[in-house]
């Protein structure tokens, strides 16, 4: 497993975050197992780019990007980079906000070695309590069941709903007595993928802004009879959505949602125009549904404080 044969690059975006960013680089730079570490800035407004340029090396590589265009546009400049300048067999996709050690990265390439059908791999999702994160990895569903399933979470039927079939999804997974499994898809926070096939795939869909990269992804492996697999007998911890949260209102994120969760199904889960317009309908109401209860909890947040 120590014998290293697959060469790996990483790429880690970053939006004003320039602290988290650093603290990930002064944890990896000296891993042996990363033969190039690419952040891109993602036309951060705080001066994070220049600030992060001092950790420019032979290996490292700091890229601005000429506009923020969201999570796949801006992977994508760093991934280009490395397809054009290194010969990485494994590019590795990273949120700054995570913690990994290098016996990570070795397990990860380990098992590509010995897995060819898979196109990605990940370890197991933890918090930073150690407790495994909400929904780390699920299964994709067809597009018939998706409808089912967004209509259920609208009616808060919480048998069917995704989140909880995620939960018992994972937990079954993770109980199978198997350290090493296959899954739907994986957490877009830190993952790793054949170079060759993420090619194959046309590299990240920048059509959307942020959210449901995952599926998609998932879907372009599914067509290309590709695998995804968890290996969970390694973890990392994933602090949480530290830069969504900090960037994003929580209209701007619903709103995002709403158009990301249309772009996927329409592309990606059927052509059928009933159910595009079924799945439109649902959508737009779990849309109004969000919305009221982001105001009503504003109002109760308010009347708390007594402001």
């Known amino acids: 497993m120590h014998n290293q044969k697959l060469q ?20 990896i ?22 600030r992060l340029l ?24 760093g991934i280009r980079y490395l397809l054009n300048d290194t010969e990485d067999d494994i ?10 050690d290098e016996k990570f990265v070795k397990r990860i390439l380990w098992q590509f070695e010995k897995r060819p059908s898979y196109a990605i791999l990940t370890g197991l999702q933890v918090t930073p309590q ?14 018939a069941e998706w409808i089912c399933s967004e209509l259920a979470a609208l009616l808060s039927i919480h048998f069917f709903k995704k989140k909880e079939n995620k939960d018992l999804y994972v937990t079954n997974k993770l109980n199978s007595g198997r350290t090493f499994f296959q899954t739907g898809a994986v ?28 599926d998609i ?14 290996d969970s007998a390694v973890k ?13 209102s929580n209209m701007t994120k619903i709103n995002h949602r709403f158009r990301s969760s249309i772009y996927f199904f329409n592309h990606y889960q059927s052509d059928n125009l009933v159910l595009q317009t079924l799945n439109y309908v649902i959508r737009c109401m779990i849309w109004v549904k969000e919305t009221i209860s982001m105001y009503l909890q504003k109002r109760r947040i308010v009347k708390f404080s007594g402001k």
């Open 8 to 27: 790996c690059g990483i790429v880690i975006l970053n939006y004003n975050d320039f602290e988290t960013t650093s603290q990930l680089l002064e944890q």
């Open 29 to 50: 730079r000296d891993y042996e197992a990363f033969n190039d570490i690419v952040v891109v800035d993602n036309h951060s407004t705080d001066g994070s780019y220049y």
């Open 54 to 77: 001092r950790y420019e090396s032979e290996k490292i590589k700091i890229i601005q990007a000429p506009e923020n265009g969201g999570y796949s546009k801006g992977n994508n400049i």
């Open 91 to 100: 590019i590795c996709i990273s949120n700054s906000d995570v913690e990994f």
């Open 130 to 143: 150690g407790e495994i994160a909400g929904h780390p990895f699920w299964k994709e569903y067809p597009a």
């Open 187 to 214: 957490e877009g926070s830190l993952f790793f993928i054949r170079t060759d096939d993420l090619v194959k795939a046309g590299l990240l869909d920048e059509g959307v802004w942020i959210y449901y990269e995952e």
């Open 217 to 230: 992804l998932s879907k372009k492996m599914e067509k290309a009879g590709k695998k995804i697999g968890v």
């Open 236 to 248: 990392y911890i994933h602090y949480g959505s530290k830069t969504t949260d900090k960037v994003f």
